[in-house]
């Protein structure tokens, strides 16, 4: 019998399955808060949550809409912090 590491078996498992946006946004989340205080500053945490990745578009929703709109005008200084983690996002559309 021939072991096959969990390295080489896991990826190919989340690849047939298509797992790979989620685990991608499952990272985002986790990291979430910290990357908005990198990249926005302080106060910006608990505002907001990315909730779907789809078609290289990070769906963020926000506790309303001035949130909302205030984040999408950081959505330059935003991209420059996901795409570090997810470089597959090219752009952001956050909801209310």
Not at 13 to 25: C, D, F, P, S, Y
């Given at each position: 019998m021939t072991w096959t590491s969990i390295k080489k078996i896991l990826p190919q498992k989340i690849a047939a399955?298509?797992?790979?946006?989620?685990?991608?946004?499952?990272a985002l989340s986790q990291d979430w808060d910290e990357i908005l205080k990198k990249s926005l500053g302080d106060g910006w945490q608990k505002k907001s949550k990315p909730?779907?990745?789809k078609n290289k578009t990070?769906?963020?929703?926000?506790?309303n809409s001035v949130w909302a709109n205030e984040l999408q005008l950081k959505e330059s200084t935003?991209?420059?912090?996901?795409?570090?983690?997810?470089k597959e996002v090219e752009k952001i559309k956050v909801v209310s």
């Amino acid at each position: 019998m021939t072991w096959t590491s969990i390295k080489k078996i896991l990826p190919q498992k989340i690849a047939a399955l298509k797992l790979e946006n989620t685990m991608k946004l499952y990272a985002l989340s986790q990291d979430w808060d910290e990357i908005l205080k990198k990249s926005l500053g302080d106060g910006w945490q608990k505002k907001s949550k990315p909730i779907r990745l789809k078609n290289k578009t990070l769906i963020i929703v926000c506790r309303n809409s001035v949130w909302a709109n205030e984040l999408q005008l950081k959505e330059s200084t935003l991209l420059n912090k996901i795409r570090y983690r997810v470089k597959e996002v090219e752009k952001i559309k956050v909801v209310s």
